[in-house]
């Protein structure tokens, strides 16, 4: 599986990001999607994560601001940022899991007015 994510850049404070991870390669055998982020001197964090049959978890710190969905049709997972704060500033990665772990790129996000 090959993940290709995009979508990041330099945002102001309250505003919106809608990030794009598109997969490619063997997505029959993708279980659930996902996306991290990592800020600087953090450990990766799990932030919401998407299973193949719609069911979605997302962190305390994000929850009721972002939205993960996928268009099964385009194999693309989305994750909508909304009132976004300086502490959501980090590189955000795209992850599947099938038998084992895949990683798209990170793509960063910057939170700054």
């Known amino acids: 599986v090959q993940l290709q994510a995009s979508g990041g850049g330099l945002v102001q404070p309250g505003g919106s990001l809608r990030l794009s991870c598109a997969a490619s390669g063997s997505i029959f055998s993708i279980r659930t999607m996902g996306w991290y982020r990592q800020a600087p001197g953090k450990q990766r964090e799990l932030i919401a994560r998407?299973?193949?049959?719609?069911?979605?978890n997302y962190a305390d710190s994000v929850k009721g601001r972002f939205t993960i969905s996928r268009d099964n049709a385009k194999n693309t997972v989305y994750l909508q940022m909304n009132s976004l704060k300086p502490e959501d500033t980090a590189v955000y990665y795209c992850?599947?899991?099938?038998?084992?772990?895949?990683w798209g790129q990170g793509t960063l996000v910057t939170v700054s007015s």
């Open positions: 998407i299973t193949s049959g719609g069911a979605t």
């Open positions: 992850n599947a899991v099938t038998t084992t772990s895949h």
